[in-house]
């Protein structure tokens, strides 16, 4: 399963089918977690100093196919474009991601389309669940971390980071009072900390930091805009 594919199951009511964040703010975050991804699998990477193009921009590493839809449109759209900072990047990929991702998550059998009509006129798609085993499996391992306090892997840091950008968690964990300033605070530690494991190297720490702040600061834009 992509982070992408995960934040949205997480954000979207498995019985109406609604998304449960704000339009702008969710396919931001979306878009982080494509980038996350493609980092992940060695794809992109954060230029470093010495190197030719100038260093903190979003570079293409490997341009080989992932075999993921989703993944390899967003890699192209990415390897299209001149060296740039996350931050300069995310807007250029949410066009159409939503649907994508939904599509995906379709074709896993985990959610269904269904059309309405808005004022009679419109045509607006909702996707409630259709097998939500995952979905819970993922909320409550996030749970354990930021309620419980166990230790995060790897994936549930950078989905709890994404989460954490857009001001989501509490919203996912279902929690409210004292619990919810828990889980802000939890939250914010992880999204902030080093990356859990031994094994994840300076580049993956540093465009995984890269990424992260480029979110929170277009949700931030997006909110003192509107």
Known sequence: MLLAEDLLLLLTDDESGKRQADTTRLDLALAGAVLLD???????????AGE???EGRL?????????????DLALERVAGRRPQKPAHILGHLTKGLRS?????????????????QVLGIFPSDHWPAVHSAHEE??????????????????????????????DALPKV????????????????????????????????????AAVIAAVSAAVAASSSGG
């Open 173 to 208: 964990l279902g929690v409210s009072g004292a619990d919810k300033r828990l889980v802000r605070s939890r939250g914010k530690e992880l999204a902030e900390g080093e990356p859990a494991g031994e094994a994840v190297g300076q580049a993956v720490m540093a465009a995984r």
């Open 38 to 48: 493609l980092v992940e699998l060695g794809r992109l990477d954060i230029s470093g």
């Open 100 to 116: 994508s991702v939904y599509e995906s998550l379709q074709s896993r059998g985990l959610v269904d389309r269904r059309r309405k």
């Open 52 to 54: 030719e193009v100038k």
């Open 59 to 71: 570079v293409v590493r490997n341009a080989a196919a992932t075999d993921h839809p989703v993944l």
């Open 137 to 166: 499996k993922v909320r409550r391992a996030l749970h354990d971390v930021l309620v419980v306090g166990r230790t995060p892997d790897q994936r549930e840091v950078l989905l709890t980071s994404l989460l954490q950008s857009i």
